[in-house]
């Protein structure tokens, strides 16, 4: 009983889940959870849920495929016939292309069984056994399972018991294997071993297989109880025990009114010699049947009425199994009709996604473009300002160096007293061409030793002193200079530094506000630790920084 009710606590589970995101969600989680509804033959809920997704819901050919292949199943499970197999093979030419064994596998087997009400039985088998193959790369032995009973149930049909019971002894293998909803496949397949060894006159292996159903009655739905009490019915025919082929058959139908099962308590009434109900029970069978199923027992009860002399009877019949086939005929016609106008809608639906994702896809590459351009543009503009800036800084003070010769002295001696000094040579007593004073002493009082410098001037020797204090005397980080101070500084320095403007100019190609940089803290012989000090680097970046200004140079004797 535990085992019935985790089984129907599930499937609650899974219909609450369906209502929940029948109306939201994405169409690929919807469709696996009409999976769910399929695993559990809940066969009206699923295809009711399927009818809720609209076209236009499918947004990807995954989508397209998988719908194509539940609906290929709601309609082979509804006994419907499609005339041609136009929907399902999108859905095998898409799960070949991705790799999806076990979705192309079920593909081939739903091809296999449509295949076969068509009567197209050759290709019905080749696309079942096909699908076996595949199958066996796959870890669904339920799904093997069912292509073996498919097969199996072909053969049997066809009178092919030995091939049928060959393939029935497979599905057996791997109907024992599955470890969950056992209860849902396994009695369908002892029905049809059992059925298999009646046809083989093996009547004790025939008895015993349906008899093995029994177990699963309590844990089964309807739909499956139904089908062992129709089989436990038909295994007592032939045992000669039409009272209990009887009880098992009316079982059967108050669970879940069937043509089979119907068709098989009329011969159980003929047994009996009540060939009143056995009428009756025959016209319920062609009532309920499908199509196919209905021309089948048609064709049977015409033939006994010849062989009992009733010829009217079976002319009758005959008329009407030509009425009958003239319907199929035209419904398939219009299936046909449908299927090619919903091929053709998913064709176009699929070229006009391909179309807006071309028109997505150059709008994305003309704004990236765009950017792109916008970019450099703002990149170039960047840099000619920066280096106009370099320009005008190094102007302004090569005009007071021009203009206050007595300055250009004090500069150069102090730019080349901190450079000997970062090479660690200086010595107690200063160098010949050396001011007596400290080179940040120097710097702060050359612009007052000229009379009348002008303002501008007086400010700009002010803050080269500042700048040269702060990083060539201190080695302080300005790393967070504004790019507008960083240039002031860099033109102070090509003006200032005897040689390193030429250098930037003739020796170097394309340089960058760091490869500037790190020119003139390499040119006035700064320690690495001192550089990656005042540019805020790491080790690393310093090498990576060093390697980008050997590149740049445009000798071997520059870099």
């Not at 309920?288 to 209905?294: I, R, V």
């Not at 704004?367 to 102007?395: D, E, G, P």
């Not at 410098?453 to 007086?458: D, F, L, Q, Y």
């Amino acid at each position: 009983m535990r085992f019935g009710r985790t089984i129907l606590l599930t499937t609650f589970i899974s219909i609450l889940a369906i209502m929940a995101g029948c109306t939201q969600g994405t169409s690929e989680a919807r469709l696996a959870q009409i999976d769910s509804l399929l695993e559990r033959k809940l066969y009206d809920s699923a295809r009711a849920e399927l009818s809720r997704i609209a076209p236009s819901d499918l947004k990807s050919e995954e989508d397209i495929a998988h719908y194509n292949l539940q609906k290929t199943n709601l309609c082979f499970r509804n006994g419907e016939v499609l005339p041609n197999d136009s929907m399902i093979d999108i859905s095998i030419k898409h799960y070949r292309q991705n790799g999806d064994k076990q979705k192309l596998a079920r593909s081939l087997y739903f091809k296999g069984r449509t295949q076969y009400d068509r009567n197209e039985t050759k290709n019905a088998l080749r696309n079942l056994l096909e699908a076996a193959g595949i199958a066996k790369e796959t870890g669904d032995d339920a799904l093997k399972a069912k292509i073996y009973a498919s097969l199996a149930y072909f053969n049997k049909r066809l009178g092919e018991n030995r091939y049928a019971l060959k393939y029935i002894k497979q599905a057996l293998i791997y109907a024992e294997k599955i470890k969950y909803d056992k209860a849902f496949l396994i009695p369908g397949i002892y029905m049809q071993a059992s059925d298999i060894y009646g046809n083989l006159k093996d009547t004790a292996n025939a008895i015993a297989y349906i008899e093995k159903c029994i177990p699963y009655i309590e844990h089964t739905d309807s739909f499956g109880k139904a089908n062992i009490y129709s089989g436990l019915a038909n295994i007592y025919n032939v045992k000669g025990d039409f009272e209990k082929a009887k009880k098992y058959g009316d079982m059967s139908i108050n669970l879940r009114p069937k043509h089979d099962t119907y068709y098989i308590l009329s011969k159980t009434y003929k047994n009996k010699g009540d060939m009143a109900t056995a009428d009756t029970m025959i016209k319920q069978a062609i009532k309920t049947a499908t199509p196919n199923y209905k021309m089948m027992m048609m064709a049977e009860i015409r033939k006994e009425k010849q062989g009992q002399g009733r010829y009217k009877d079976a002319a009758a019949l005959g008329d009407s199994m030509m009425s009958l086939n003239n319907s199929i005929t035209r419904r398939n016609q219009a299936d046909s009709i449908i299927e090619i106008q919903a091929t053709f809608d998913i064709a176009q639906k699929d070229r006009q996604q391909i179309a807006k994702l071309k028109h997505g896809i150059i709008c994305i590459a003309i704004v990236a473009i765009a950017l792109i351009a916008i970019s450099i543009m703002k990149q170039y503009t960047q840099n000619a300002l920066f280096k106009r800036k370099i320009r005008k800084a190094k102007h302004e003070l090569q005009a007071i160096i021009d203009n206050y010769s007595e300055f250009k002295n004090i500069l150069y001696n102090t730019l080349n007293a901190a450079a000997e000094s970062n090479k660690g040579n200086a010595e107690d007593g200063p160098k010949a061409g050396q001011p007596e004073e400290r080179p940040q002493e120097t710097m702060a009082q050359a612009p007052n030793r000229a009379e009348g410098i002008a303002p501008e001037a007086r400010q700009c020797l002010a803050e080269m002193y500042e700048m040269t204090d702060y990083v060539i005397i201190n080695n302080n980080c300005i790393a967070k200079w504004s790019n507008d101070k960083t240039a002031r500084f860099i033109g102070y320095c090509c003006c200032a530094i005897p040689g390193l403007n030429d250098k930037m100019e003739n020796d170097y190609t394309n340089l960058t506000k760091q490869n500037k940089l790190m020119l003139i803290f390499i040119y006035l012989n700064k320690e690495k630790e001192d550089i990656c000090k005042i540019m805020g680097l790491s080790e690393s970046a310093f090498r990576q920084a060093q390697n980008r200004l050997k590149k740049k140079a445009k000798t071997a004797a520059a870099a």
